[in-house]
T-cell receptor, first 112, second 114 residues
Framework: GESVGLHLPTLSVQEGDNSIINCAYS??????FIWYKQESGKGPQFIID?????DKRQGQRVTVLLNKTVKHLSLQIAATQPGDSAVYFC???????????FGKGITLSVRP | DAGVIQSPRHEVTEMGQEVTLRCKPI?????LFWYRQTMMRGLELLIY????????DSGMPEDRFSAKMPNASFSTLKIQPSEPRDSAVYFC????????????FGNGTRLTVT
């Protein structure tokens, strides 16, 4: 997408290491959270979601952790690969509908 | 599944011209969303529809922007007249109308207004 990279915080990791991407959300009433991955020239792609009645959810190589006490969400990527290089967004939903509010995004850069 | 399809992928136009962006949501999805992405403001929701009915257009910047959804498989976002500050990537997304249903995005239309 147009906005990736230049003004976003960047996380640089070595290929094969684990990555942890953090997100602070703003609305204590939010009860559904999603992580998206956006590669250059593409739309955001769904990675994993979590409901507020959970504090951890695992997918394939990814884990999302939710701490409602401090309104913090994190995405863990195991054995990071070059294909994981992208901008990652967290999004929150108050549950009234599917209207999502997106964070600013973090660029993940994987070093070979 | 073909996913959400947007056209055109790129649009370059002169200030004052009318621009129409198009979206075909995923078949069976009954919610449709238009987002705009810029460096300064990130992803912003412009408007969304449930069952072809506009529900919330509070994110539409001004009267120059309008969106329609004449049927379940097609939506347009129109800017008339366009201005240079409208330059951005416009994304369409669709989902099911149900609590906690993720949005699925198209690959966007990159709009440049000169």
């Amino acid at each position: 997408g147009e906005s990736v990279g230049l003004h976003l915080p960047t996380l640089s990791v070595q290929e094969g290491d684990n990555s942890i991407i953090n997100c602070a959300y703003s609305n204590s009433a939010s009860d559904y959270f999603i992580w998206y991955k956006q590669e250059s020239g593409k739309g955001p792609q769904f990675i994993i979601d979590i409901r507020s009645n959970m504090d951890k959810r695992q997918g394939q190589r990814v884990t999302v952790l939710l701490n409602k006490t401090v309104k913090h969400l994190s995405l863990q990527i195991a054995a990071t690969q070059p294909g994981d290089s992208a901008v990652y967004f967290c999004a929150e939903n108050t549950g009234a509908n599917s209207k999502l509010t997106f964070g600013k995004g973090i660029t993940l850069s994987v070093r070979p | 599944d073909a996913g959400v399809i947007q056209s055109p992928r790129h649009e370059v136009t002169e200030m004052g011209q009318e621009v129409t962006l198009r979206c075909k949501p995923i078949s069976g999805h009954n919610s449709l969303f238009w987002y705009r992405q810029t460096m300064m403001r990130g992803l912003e929701l412009l408007i969304y529809f449930n069952n072809n009915v506009p529900i919330d257009d509070s994110g539409m910047p001004e009267d120059r922007f309008s969106a329609k959804m004449p049927n379940a498989s097609f939506s347009t976002l129109k800017i008339q007249p366009s201005e240079p500050r409208d330059s951005a990537v416009y994304f369409c997304a669709s989902s099911l109308i149900q609590i906690n249903s993720p949005l699925h995005f198209g690959n966007g239309t990159r709009l440049t207004v000169t």
